[in-house]
Nanobody, 126 residues
Framework: VQLQASGGGLVQAGDSLRLSCAAS????????MAWFRQASGKEREFVAG????????SYTDSVKGRFIISRDNAKNTVYLQMNSLNPEDTAAYYC????????????????????WGQGTQVTVSS
């Protein structure tokens, strides 16, 4: 079972990026998926989450109105559209999957997720 995150890069403040998280090994279409991020020297924090069938989503306050999480279950992929990026968004971004199936619950603690991708770096310059 693997989660492969991609799409990170170096951008300027105000730019946009779209992260993707592709799953292989098994389908995650029945599982809540989430994005977390970890800045240098800080703890991993919840960014956004989406349950197995949408459309309900959850975001941390600092990204509300700027980030959009979505999923394509046919492609076994979750996305994070990030708009109006600012330097405070600089971090390694990780996708994660909750193994509980068909749950509408979106956990905000890293310990509630069982499978993790390797992370993709997002760096926003001012």
């Amino acid at each position: 079972v693997q989660l492969q995150a991609s799409g990170g890069g170096l951008v300027q403040a105000g730019d946009s990026l779209r992260l993707s998280c592709a799953a292989s090994g098994r389908t995650f279409s029945s599982n809540t998926m989430a994005w977390f991020r970890q800045a240098s020297g800080k703890e991993r924090e919840f960014v956004a989450g989406i349950p197995w069938n949408g459309p309900k989503t959850s975001y941390t306050d600092s990204v509300k109105g700027r980030f959009i999480i979505s999923r394509d279950n046919a492609k076994n992929t979750v996305y994070l559209q990030m708009n109006s990026l600012n330097p405070e968004d600089t971090a390694a971004y990780y996708c994660a999957a909750d193994r509980r199936a068909y749950s509408w619950y979106i956990g905000r603690a890293a310990g509630e997720y069982d499978d993790w991708g390797q992370g993709t770096q997002v760096t926003v310059s001012s």
